[in-house]
């Protein structure tokens, strides 16, 4: 690990500020991941900033009937509060589905959304990977890619997001509050937060430099059954091969959503629409122009046996 200086900060305001005038500098909290990626010198900031003493630790109800996650509430926090398990399922399931259980007790719902993927050429300071360093290439290309991307890839990159807690959150429909250097607040849809790898793979999300993740903020709930069933190679502590995060209606109607299959939470307005026609249905509009490796062709037909398990499972109740 390299060298690196440290500050504490006393806003977000002030958070923000600071890593905007800093060159090279991160915000850390649970630092589950970016203490790993700097152990390996995939990350190399020259300042930490230590938002860990900023009051966004608070899981608070909305006036428009929702609630207002803080960016440093703990996973194991939101995955347990009553609200969420009660009227947010989706969510509580896809959070306990991920990690173990200690992570879950230092990692935050802020950093859960900037998780970088866990691609093995990104890891492999050895290997060229676009996500890494730009313009160098992408080793998974004609390389071992049995567990990439299958939609929304590009020729520069076929990495997947590997968050359980942005599937829930995007089938949920959250919104992404934030402070920018200036103090200036804004909200980005939970759609629009996470970025395809076009031709920047290294750019994963819409926050600008030094813009701090200050909460995110769940609408009124949805209703219906709510399920998270998470494909893997075994059982705890893996990521997910596919992941499907489903919330179906009495009347058959819903929304679904995909992980494990793209560089973002997959989702798709055509699929919602679906729901009513089957898991057939939903299955060929989530599915329409993937294109996956001869060692990640088995995904298209997971998907599709993954989601008749769970809209069967939501019928019944």
Same mark, same amino acid.
């Given at each position: 690990? /390299?060298?690196?200086?440290?500050?504490?900060?006393?806003?977000?305001?002030?958070?923000?500020? &600071?890593?905007? /005038?800093?060159?090279?500098?991160?915000?850390?909290?649970?630092?589950?991941?970016?203490l790993?990626?700097?152990?390996?010198e995939?990350?190399?900031?020259?300042h930490?900033?230590d938002?860990?003493?900023?009051?966004?630790?608070?899981?608070?109800?909305?006036?428009?009937?929702g609630?207002?996650?803080?960016?440093?509430?703990?996973?194991?926090d939101l995955?347990?509060?009553?609200?969420? /398990?009660?009227?947010?399922?989706?969510?509580? /399931?896809?959070?306990?589905?991920?990690?173990?259980?200690?992570?879950?007790?230092?990692?935050?719902?802020?950093?859960n959304?900037?998780?970088?993927?866990?691609?093995?050429?990104?890891?492999?300071?050895?290997?060229p990977?676009?996500?890494?360093?730009?313009?160098?290439?992408?080793?998974?290309?004609?390389?071992?890619?049995?567990?990439?991307?299958?939609?929304?890839?590009?020729?520069?990159?076929?990495?997947?997001?590997?968050s359980?807690?942005?599937?829930?959150?995007?089938?949920l429909?959250?919104?992404?509050?934030t402070?920018?250097?200036?103090?200036?607040?804004?909200?980005?849809?939970?759609?629009?937060?996470?970025?395809?790898?076009?031709?920047?793979?290294?750019?994963e999300h819409?926050?600008?430099?030094?813009?701090?993740?200050?909460?995110?903020?769940l609408?009124?709930?949805?209703?219906?059954?709510?399920?998270?069933?998470?494909?893997?190679?075994?059982?705890?502590? !893996?990521?997910?091969?596919?992941?499907?995060a489903?919330?179906?209606?009495?009347?058959?109607?819903?929304?679904?959503?995909?992980?494990?299959v793209?560089?973002?939470?997959?989702?798709?307005?055509?699929?919602?629409?679906?729901m009513?026609?089957?898991?057939?249905?939903? &299955?060929?509009?989530?599915?329409?122009?993937?294109?996956?490796? !001869?060692?990640? !062709?088995?995904?298209?037909?997971?998907?599709?046996?993954?989601?008749?398990?769970?809209?069967?499972?939501?019928?019944?109740g």
């Amino acid at each position: 690990m /390299r060298a690196f200086t440290y500050q504490r900060a006393q806003s977000p305001a002030e958070a923000a500020a &600071a890593a905007a /005038r800093t060159p090279g500098a991160r915000f850390i909290a649970g630092g589950t991941n970016l203490l790993d990626l700097m152990k390996l010198e995939i990350e190399t900031p020259q300042h930490l900033i230590d938002v860990n003493g900023l009051a966004l630790d608070k899981i608070e109800a909305t006036s428009g009937g929702g609630l207002r996650v803080g960016a440093l509430v703990r996973n194991t926090d939101l995955a347990a509060d009553a609200r969420v /398990r009660k009227d947010y399922a989706v969510l509580s /399931r896809a959070l306990l589905a991920g990690a173990s259980a200690q992570l879950r007790n230092k990692a935050t719902t802020g950093g859960n959304l900037l998780q970088r993927t866990r691609c093995p050429y990104f890891y492999d300071t050895n290997q060229p990977c676009n996500k890494r360093q730009p313009g160098s290439g992408c080793s998974a290309i004609g390389g071992y890619s049995r567990n990439h991307a299958i939609l929304g890839a590009s020729e520069a990159c076929i990495a997947t997001n590997p968050s359980d807690m942005a599937v829930a959150m995007a089938l949920l429909d959250a919104t992404v509050e934030t402070v920018k250097p200036d103090g200036a607040t804004r909200t980005i849809p939970i759609a629009d937060f996470h970025r395809l790898p076009g031709n920047t793979p290294h750019i994963e999300h819409a926050l600008a430099q030094g813009e701090l993740i200050t909460a995110v903020t769940l609408p009124r709930p949805a209703g219906g059954v709510h399920i998270y069933r998470k494909v893997r190679d075994r059982s705890s502590y !893996a990521f997910a091969l596919i992941s499907v995060a489903a919330i179906v209606l009495p009347d058959g109607s819903g929304r679904v959503a995909l992980g494990g299959v793209a560089h973002k939470p997959w989702r798709t307005p055509a699929a919602d629409a679906s729901m009513v026609h089957g898991p057939q249905a939903v &299955a060929e509009r989530l599915l329409v122009g993937a294109k996956p490796s !001869a060692e990640s !062709a088995f995904k298209v037909s997971l998907v599709q046996r993954a989601l008749v398990s769970v809209l069967s499972e939501a019928k019944k109740g």
